[in-house]
């Protein structure tokens, strides 16, 4: 079993930036893998971003890719995801996920699961 928890969301102004933490524990050595995925209001849960615990391997979804950075703290077991320059459309709730498969991760097959963390954006 792996514990998630997400933190760092917040309301910010159209422009402005942020940044999400996905602290992990548990049984974290059967998890390489970690994931963000979002919910608006309304709308189906999407990918964001993907990391490996090495940091060798990250992965972007092409609505976030050159504005939100993911970047992993393997001692801390804690995963980091910097929004730039963010919009109203960005506002949802951010999860973390981790599995040992990257594939069926960023599908939503797999994994487990933290309880999300808001970001309201205003125009």
């Known amino acids: 079993q792996v514990q998630l928890v997400e933190s760092g969301g917040g309301l910010v102004q159209a422009g402005d930036s942020l940044r999400l933490s996905c602290a992990a524990s548990?049984?974290?050595?059967?998890?390489?893998?970690v994931a963000w995925f979002r919910q608006a209001r309304g709308k189906e849960r999407e990918y964001v971003a993907m990391i490996s615990w090495s940091g060798g391997v990250t992965d972007y979804s092409a609505s976030v890719k050159g504005r939100f950075i993911i970047s992993a703290d393997n001692a801390e077991k804690t995963v980091f995801l910097l929004l730039n320059n963010l919009n109203p459309e960005d506002a949802a709730v951010y999860y973390c996920a981790t599995s040992n498969w990257p594939v069926s991760l960023r599908h939503q097959k797999t994994g487990y699961w933290g309880q999300g963390t808001q970001v309201t954006v205003s125009s």
């Open positions: 548990g049984n974290t050595g059967s998890s390489n893998f």
